[in-house]
């Protein structure tokens, strides 16, 4: 049974960094892509960055390029999200999701994805 499962969301100053974990359970290999995608209140949700199975291919947005950074750590099952220079409007739920044997890239639409976290709430505020 997959399970991913976010860690790391908080309240914080614009300006300050954040780590986001996503801890992936379940898979018999890691040859699953990872992407993460936010909604804010009343937003549709949108996708944030995504890593191929091998980190051989990675995403991001336009509005979080050179401020986020995603990795992935296949011994740990972990993908992380580095956030840094967070601004109040990041502030959403941010989710990752997997999606198994995608190749060398990574889905950026959400319904590409097969399995999903419960989410960890990001504010950013003065």
């Known amino acids: 049974q997959v399970q991913l499962v976010e860690s790391g969301g908080g309240l914080v100053q614009p300006g300050e960094s954040l780590r986001l974990s996503c801890v992936a359970s379940?898979?018999?290999?890691?040859?699953?892509?990872i992407g993460w995608f936010r909604q804010a209140p009343g937003k549709e949700r949108e996708a944030v960055s995504c890593?191929?199975?091998?980190?051989?291919?990675?995403y991001y947005a336009d509005s979080v390029k050179d401020r986020f950074t995603i990795s992935r750590d296949n011994a740990k099952n972990t993908v992380y999200l580095q956030m840094n220079s967070l601004k109040p409007e990041d502030t959403a739920v941010y989710y990752c999701?997997?999606?198994?044997?995608?190749?060398?890239?990574?889905?950026?639409?959400?319904?590409?994805?097969?399995?999903w976290g419960q989410g960890t709430q990001v504010t950013v505020s003065s």
């Open positions: 999701a997997s999606r198994s044997n995608y190749g060398s890239t990574c889905p950026r639409i959400w319904r590409m994805y097969t399995y």
């Open positions: 379940g898979f018999s290999r890691s040859y699953y892509a």
């Open positions: 890593v191929s199975d091998s980190e051989s291919s990675t």
